[in-house]
């Protein structure tokens, strides 16, 4: 016997799946119209679901923004460039994306990078300097952080 793979699943089922889904973590709208298109839903359930989940505050962008800048911060160390490119990929507006990089403080911002700039040089093994300094320098420009910080960093340790 053999199942079928495509099952159909009704608009009740979605929601509630969708409502899990967006509960679990903070989801933007993107995350939330690629997981509805692996449901393979009409485009009037679709936007039946998305309203239903603003409505009742499950899909709120501007939160998501917020934790997002804060959690990748915080846990991964990125900078602010790499915080912006990553919610412009998730097509988060402007608006929100200035919203959300006020959730980093100046003070733990500046804090943040050189701690991470003086962790990260210290594990450097190279002997060569203009190798190590080369690393350094792609390791935080990797992580979003901005080019004049970085450099000066870089002229500071070496």
């Not at 799946?17 to 993107?30: D, S, V």
């Not at 097509?91 to 991470?116: C, G, M, Q, R, W």
């Amino acid at each position: 016997m053999y199942k079928n793979s495509i099952t159909s699943i009704t608009v009740a089922e979605a929601l509630r799946k969708m409502e899990h889904y967006c509960a679990y973590q903070e989801r933007c709208h993107k995350d939330v119209e690629d997981k509805l298109r692996t449901m393979r839903l009409i485009p009037e359930a679709k936007e039946k679901i998305i309203l239903h989940l603003l409505d009742h505050n499950f899909l709120n962008e501007e939160r998501f923004a917020k934790a997002f800048a804060r959690g990748k911060f915080n846990i991964k160390k990125w900078g602010k460039q790499r915080i912006v490119r990553e919610l412009k990929f998730r097509n988060i507006s402007p608006y929100n994306v200035k919203t959300a990089l006020k959730e980093i403080s100046e003070k733990d911002y500046f804090e943040t990078f050189h701690k991470l700039a003086e962790k990260k040089y210290s594990t450097l093994t190279e002997h060569d300097k203009n190798k190590k300094r080369k690393k350094l320098v792609d390791y935080l420009l990797y992580r979003g952080w901005e080019t004049t910080l970085v450099y000066e960093k870089a002229n500071e340790l070496f």
